[in-house]
């Protein structure tokens, strides 16, 4: 009776889907690499087979505003290193925030979000959806029992980072889903600085992902993206999301919950919110974040690397007053890091247990926000620019550049101070970035003590 | 636990060899996720036989296929004609299960398929002890446009990883 498992059977590694997902030969041609299908339309065989695929009775293509089959290889590669069921790519990190939240909320709804968010998220959330008659409540995420505390009847989300930008603290993922799900609601959680390689949301209790794929997914700083992924396991039939359930009056009555089960969210977020608002990812641009995403599990390993020997050279360092990397088992982050991100190997401590905490560091300088800005100025090889997640080493003065429009007590509640240097640690030789650094902090620092 | 294995092989095993499927409690409407699952599968050659009794009263037919009030009274049609039912396919509530279980053992189906939200352990023992095949709480359409192409291009991870070149198109 036994029978040996037999192929697609496997449980395969996140290596091997990191290259694989999504991805199988062109039925037609026998293509191994994805095909780029450049095409905004798709033909149909009859009147009767136009019928069915916009009934959604068949799966198809219809137009690429909402499905081509590169796009979708993208999509499927990174459902499936969430550990989740269905992904919608778009154009942008912020348009998959924005499309993922519109799936299921209308004026009147409310959101709790942390306040430690990307400032762009903080304004789309903030000031963009409060114009759309959805408010959102800003709390201290360091503690679970604010996000409980703020939660109203007409809350239909919550909203977090699985590492903050630029505060780089970790959030309890599992307790705070703990409390979204006390009170029926989904937990959405932006995971673009983890990356699924040391992270999955969905597994700590997360029902919704987003990312902004421009990071480490791609990898490579040419491309913009984003992508929404559903955990498949949130009860949408739990009496707050009526419009998951009821006959949809933006899809000619279809029920989304009832027809697609555990991915009827993606497909509503797919008909009713990339459909109609248009902010959809383009092939080529899919294709450029695939070729990105077959190595992420090699780089995000070295980013970790890199990014822990920066930081314990940066802690030695007479230049340099503090030091914030949740991978530091100094960090108040340390054990959430620990328990929530995956292990990587050649990291020194712990007993070979040590967690990648990903590429994002800040530090203290000396001489406060004129030797900030002078540090800057004197790197040879790190990138002065508005970005993390790339292979290059990147490194910005938030006080002067993204948070330059905030007055010192605004600063103070961002966690910016005027000293801090954002890191985000490239794949470059780790010697020559310690090199950069050190000279640069010497130029920076020269006559401050 | 389970005797039929929930996996790649076993649906696909499944899929493959089940080509006549009596769809039990589908409905007549459009937009009704049976009538979407059926019109799938028929538009993908598997044979159709509609199972609802308001329907047969009527003398009534489904997606061009005759309706009738039991599987019994179905599989007694089409034995008539050479025919068998190969796979039952239920959307029904769970409680109403058993009855359903003795119906497909009696007809000599080889799966009997509970549609997604649809279980019942009892039901299953009894039909997998009697040689049947049973899976619970998916769809078959779902499951036929994830292991033979389609799904995918919904964004839904398939969990298919193969580097064979697919020998039928997926549509």
């Known amino acids: 009776m036994s029978k040996q498992p ?29 095909p780029i299908h450049q095409t905004t339309s798709f033909v149909f065989d009859s009147a009767e087979h136009a019928a069915s695929l916009f009934n959604l009775q068949t799966f198809g293509n219809v137009y690429s505003r909402i499905s081509n089959p590169t796009v979708a290889v993208f999509e499927e590669r990174v459902a499936s290193l969430e550990n989740a069921r269905a992904a ?9 925030q924005m499309t993922a939240l519109l799936a299921i ?21 903030g000031v963009g959806f409060s114009r759309l008659g959805i408010e959102t409540t800003f709390v201290d995420p360091s503690d679970v029992d604010n996000f409980a505390r703020a939660i109203r009847p007409n809350t239909r989300a919550v909203y977090g980072e699985t590492i903050g930008n630029p505060l780089v603290n970790v959030l309890d993922i599992a307790a705070v889903a703990e409390v979204a799900h006390a009170h029926g609601v989904p937990l959405v959680i932006d995971n673009t600085v983890a990356s699924p390689y040391l992270c999955n949301p969905c597994d700590l209790g997360a029902d919704i992902v987003v990312h902004s794929a421009t990071k480490y997914l791609g990898g490579h700083g040419t491309t913009m993206g984003g992508v929404v992924v559903e955990g498949g396991k949130f009860p949408w039939d739990n009496g707050k999301f009526p419009e998951m359930v009821e006959p949809s009056r933006a899809y000619h009555g279809v029920k989304f919950y009832e ?10 977020a797919r008909m009713e919110v990339n459909r109609t608002f248009g902010a959809v990812l383009s092939p080529l641009s899919a294709w450029q974040l695939l070729q990105g995403t077959e190595t992420l599990h090699l780089r995000m390993r070295e980013h970790c690397r890199n990014a822990l020997k920066v930081a314990q050279f940066l802690q030695q360092h007479p230049k340099v007053r503090w030091v914030n990397y949740p991978g530091l088992p100094d960090s108040p982050y340390f054990e959430l890091a620990k328990k929530q991100f995956r292990t990587v190997d050649g990291l020194p401590g712990e007993g070979g247990k040590m967690p990648g905490a990903s590429g994002i560091l800040t530090f203290g300088i000396e001489g406060g926000a004129a030797a900030g800005e002078k540090f800057i100025d004197s790197c040879e090889f790190l990138s002065h620019l508005a970005n993390i997640g790339d292979a290059k080493t990147l490194v910005i003065h938030p006080a002067s550049t993204t948070h330059r429009q905030l007055n010192d007590e605004e600063l103070a509640k961002a966690g910016v101070s005027a000293d801090m240097v954002r890191l985000s640690v490239g794949i470059e030789d780790v010697d020559d970035i310690l090199w950069d650094i050190d000279q640069a902090l010497d130029r920076a620092t020269r006559g401050a003590t | 636990m389970r005797q039929t294995p929930d996996t790649i092989s076993t649906l696909r095993d499944i899929l493959g060899r089940c080509r006549t499927i009596a769809v039990v409690g589908l ?31 009527e003398g009534g037919s489904i997606l061009g296929e005759r309706c009738f009030a039991s599987v019994i009274e179905a599989e007694q049609a089409l034995a008539a004609q050479g025919g068998r039912i190969d796979m039952v396919d239920a959307f029904r509530k769970s409680e109403d299960i058993p009855p359903l279980a003795e119906e497909a053992i009696a007809t000599g189906a080889r799966c009997l398929w509970l549609q997604l939200g649809v279980m019942n352990e009892a039901a299953a023992d ?29 964004g839904v991870n398939t969990r298919v990883i193969s580097a064979k070149r697919p020998h039928q198109l997926p549509y």
Not at chain 1, 11 to 34: E, K, L, N, Q
Not at chain 1, 89 to 95: E, I, K, R, T
Not at chain 1, 107 to 125: K, N, P, R
Not at chain 1, 259 to 268: H, L, P, Q, V
Request: aromatic share 10%; glycine share 14%.
């Open chain 1, 6 to 34: 037999q192929s697609g059977d496997r449980d395969y590694g996140f290596g091997t889907r990191a290259i694989h997902a999504g991805a199988i030969p062109d039925p037609v041609t026998g293509a191994r690499a994805t």
């Open chain 1, 88 to 96: 919608l790519a778009c154009a942008s990190g912020m348009a998959a």
């Open chain 1, 105 to 125: 909320l209308k004026a009147g709804d409310h959101i709790v979000a942390a306040s430690t968010l990307y400032g762009g998220t903080v304004g789309q959330l």
């Open chain 1, 259 to 268: 027809t697609f089960g555990d991915f009827g969210y993606t497909m509503k």
């Open chain 2, 27 to 57: 409905s007549p409407q459009w937009h009704r996720p049976s009538y979407f699952a059926a019109k799938y599968m028929q538009s993908h050659g598997y044979r159709i036989v509609p199972v609802n009794p308001l329907v047969a009263r």
């Open chain 2, 126 to 154: 009894r039909a997998e002890a009697a040689g049947l095949q049973v899976i619970q709480n998916r769809c078959v359409k779902i499951e036929h446009a994830r292991l033979f192409g389609g799904l995918g291009w919904a």
